[in-house]
């Protein structure tokens, strides 16, 4: 176990790989953190950041001995002269330890924010209206900046540090005509950030689509929302970031009729070796939409621009349905076993033939088979010019 006392700067603690991850990856090459182990209890871990991934060595603690080993050849009675060893020699390590982090993750001060995000924004010239919407980690309110309408999304409690910064770094970077942009964040006390993006008048897709129908929304708007959210995501795989939670009710609708995607609280930026090789895979287990999750992800957590693709196919079929769940005669526990017995949805009723063609080939079981989003795009542009 980590020991009391004056807390070395390298010590984080409890916190999760995803988060060292998030933490260690703009940092230099040799930068380290030590954390508690997630799957062995009274062990820890040594995270690095390396040329091209963060690594990661589980520390075993003898509980008996008192003593600390990374390679079970030799052994250390404190974790400060584990460290100091390390960073005099790599010593079978991925590299030499060069700088230990000693920003801390509970506690997101202003200098984190000004690397998270661009703009810092004066809470005294943020004015909060109505609610527009809830979930289980935040709030979203309409309101005014310097009297333009913005929407102010609140996180709240003991998570909100490590959402706000993932959330908020992510969306710093996008800059796109159909992503929802980050105007800019402020924090009101440890637990209370707010992140201020566009306000989008006609609110989420999903909303949008079942207040109207089809008396009010026509082929042509559908397809047209199908090509803005196919090239907002074809920017983000180009990116390299993946979505992993693309659904009509994530797709915001602005005055205009522009459709734009939103938000990024799951999405995960690839790392260089995943850019590089063209896997593009990140393995690991977040809580997902099950009815519009990839077999692959549901099954063994493996996320990719392809199991993007798939969801977007059933955002298709969320559209040209005009808002109807998925797999309406199937209860979410028993959508995997028959996704992989080879059922899959027809497309809706009056569902144009080409955007049909879509999401089957979106739905293939084997995702290197599945469509890009730049095939994707341009079928759908055919098809805006043929309607």
Not at 132 to 157: C, M, N
Not at 244 to 265: C, E, H, Y
Request: charge should be negative; aromatic fraction near 8%.
């Amino acid at each position: 176990m980590i020991k009391t006392g004056k807390t070395p700067s390298w010590n984080f603690g409890k916190i999760s790989r995803q988060r060292a991850e998030q933490l260690l990856l703009n940092e230099s090459i040799g930068t380290f953190l030590v954390r508690e182990s997630e799957h062995f209890p009274g062990d820890l871990t040594l995270s690095i950041r390396d040329e091209d991934r963060i690594q990661h060595y589980r520390i075993k603690f003898d509980l008996i001995n008192r003593i600390y080993t990374v390679d079970d050849e030799i052994f250390f009675p404190d974790l400060n002269l584990l460290v100091q060893h390390y960073e005099s020699d790599a010593d079978g390590l991925c590299c030499r330890l060069e700088k230990a982090l000693d920003e801390r993750q509970d506690v997101v001060d202003s200098t984190r924010l000004q690397k998270s995000v661009t703009t810092n924004i004066d809470c005294k010239e943020l004015h909060i209206g109505k609610l527009v919407g809830s979930g289980e980690f935040a709030e979203v309110y309409e309101g005014t900046y310097r009297k333009t309408r913005v929407a102010i999304k609140i996180l709240k409690g003991s998570n909100s540090a490590e959402l706000f910064l993932h959330e908020a770094s992510i969306m710093s970077s996008l800059k796109h005509r159909n992503l929802v942009q980050l105007l800019g964040v402020t924090q009101e006390s440890d637990n209370v950030f707010y992140l201020i993006t566009e306000f989008m008048s006609k609110g989420s897709l999903l909303h949008y689509l079942t207040t109207r129908g089809r008396s009010v929304i026509s082929q042509a708007d559908l397809i047209g929302f199908s090509i803005d959210i196919c090239e907002g995501l074809l920017y983000l795989e180009e990116n390299h970031i993946v979505h992993r939670d693309i659904a009509a009710s994530n797709v915001l609708i602005a005055d205009d009729k522009t459709a734009k995607v939103s938000d990024f609280g799951l999405a995960k930026v690839l790392g260089n070796t995943e850019k590089d090789n063209g896997s593009s895979i990140i393995t690991e287990k977040i809580k997902c939409r099950t009815k519009w999750t990839a077999p692959e992800a549901l099954e063994s957590k493996r996320y990719t621009h392809k199991s993007d693709m798939w969801s977007f196919g059933i955002l298709l079929w969320e559209m040209f349905s005009y808002g109807r769940c998925p797999y309406p005669r199937l209860p979410a526990d028993e959508v995997l076993i028959n996704l992989k017995e080879g059922y899959r949805m027809e497309p809706p009723d009056g569902c144009p033939i080409e955007i049909g063609d879509i999401m089957r080939q979106a739905w293939h079981i084997n995702p290197d088979r599945r469509l890009s989003f730049y095939q994707v795009l341009q079928r759908l542009q055919h098809v805006n010019a043929s309607s």
